[in-house]
Nanobody
Framework: QVQLVESGGGLAAAGGSLRLSCAAS????????MGWFRQAPGKEREFVAV????????VYAESVKGRFTLSRDNTKNTVTLQMNSLQPEDTAVYYC???????????????????????WGQGTQVTVSS
């Protein structure tokens, strides 16, 4: 079982940047793909980005592609989501999540769903003002 703790949320102006971190602990966290989801008020939780357990070829939602960058450091068991050019529609609670299975590889075209992930953090609020 993997435990996840997010940090780094807060308030940013439109066009600004924030960096979210996710610290993983437990059994072999470096062997799991790691993702980020977000949930805005009144909306369903949606996929943001995922990075493989190998740390290669992150996949992004179209809405954040070119603005967000996902990376991981398996020596520190951390995952970082760098968010640039923030927009008010990025306002949401952001959740870090760990893959349901270890050492699983995905096609770049795969559509990630919540059910692909078994461990979740508590969430961190991101608010972008216009």
């Amino acid at each position: 079982q993997v435990q996840l703790v997010e940090s780094g949320g807060g308030l940013a102006a439109a066009g600004g940047s924030l960096r979210l971190s996710c610290a993983a602990s437990g059994r072999a966290p470096s062997s799991y793909a790691m993702g980020w989801f977000r949930q805005a008020p009144g909306k369903e939780r949606e996929f943001v980005a995922v990075i493989s357990w190998r740390g290669a070829s992150p996949v992004y939602a179209e809405s954040v592609k070119g603005r967000f960058t996902l990376s991981r450091d398996n020596t520190k068991n951390t995952v970082t989501l760098q968010m640039n050019s923030l927009q008010p529609e990025d306002t949401a609670v952001y959740y870090c999540a760990a893959d349901r299975g270890s050492r699983r590889d995905y096609e770049a075209s795969y559509s990630f769903r919540q059910r692909d992930f078994a461990a979740w953090g508590q969430g961190t609020q991101v608010t972008v003002s216009s």
